[in-house]
């Protein structure tokens, strides 16, 4: 089936510093890509839905300054964390999706960021 | 209000034994749904998809049931295992609008020996 990576799966970073998390579909080419946030006991909350070539539509309440987006191929989107703080601690999860078929969503295996 | 509802919020089961997990759902229009396993600290791993016209779909001992006209779904795990210990979580697709999924809260299921 079809897979999504993701990278790092765990992540560490001073507050005030930024950090880079990717997503890659590595057998599919994803026209849409979404980045999720997940807290403990919670489900995923989606913040944004990422479009190979156009900007990112962010969901309410979800700064697009401080959570970039860069979707600029049909296999790879990133999500930077900008200016970290330990709020921001939270399990980030990609999935990517090429339509609306029973194959999109497939999900990549989480990042855990620490900001510290 | 598009809405994916589960119960229960938590099962504890014993090894070998079977259990059914329930998903409500308004959400519309509707495309598909799905059944993800969650364990902690993973991304979500699909165990099945249903679009409406279909209304049982198994893969090993994972059966899943959906009725569309009362917007219901089920996933029956037959002889729990340990590993299956995890949280369960019903998503709901949305028609044409470019994949976007309406989670459910899930349900965390563990096995004790």
């Known amino acids: 089936g079809a897979v999504v990576s993701q990278h790092p799966s765990r992540v560490i970073c001073k507050s005030g510093t930024s950090v880079k998390i990717e997503c890659r579909s590595l057998d599919f080419q994803a026209t849409t890509m979404f980045w999720y946030r997940q807290f403990p006991k919670q489900s995923l909350m989606l913040m944004a839905t990422s479009n190979e070539g156009s900007k990112a539509t962010y969901e309410q309440g979800v700064e697009k300054d401080k959570f970039l987006i860069n979707h600029a191929s049909l296999t790879l989107s990133t999500l930077t964390v900008t200016s970290a703080h330990p709020e921001d601690s939270s399990f980030y999860i990609c999935s990517a999706g090429g339509g609306t078929g029973v194959n999109s969503a497939f999900f990549g295996q989480g990042t855990r960021l620490t900001v510290v | 209000k598009n809405q994916v509802e589960q119960s229960p919020q938590s099962l504890i089961i014993l090894e070998g034994k079977n259990c059914t997990l329930q998903?409500?759902?308004?959400?519309?229009?509707?495309?598909?749904l799905r059944w993800y396993k969650q364990d902690t600290g993973r991304g979500p791993v699909s165990l099945t998809i249903?679009?409406?016209?279909?209304n049982t779909k198994s893969n090993g001992r994972y059966t899943a049931t959906l009725d569309a006209d009362t917007k219901q779904s089920s996933l029956h795990i037959t002889a729990s295992q340990l590993s299956d210990s995890a949280s369960y979580i019903c998503?709901?697709?949305?028609?044409?609008?470019?994949?976007?999924?309406?989670f459910g809260q899930g349900t965390e299921l563990s096995v004790k020996p």
């Open positions: 998903c409500n759902y308004t959400v519309s229009p509707f495309s598909n």
């Open positions: 998503v709901v697709s949305f028609y044409n609008q470019g994949g976007k999924l309406i």
């Open positions: 249903m679009t409406f016209s279909e």
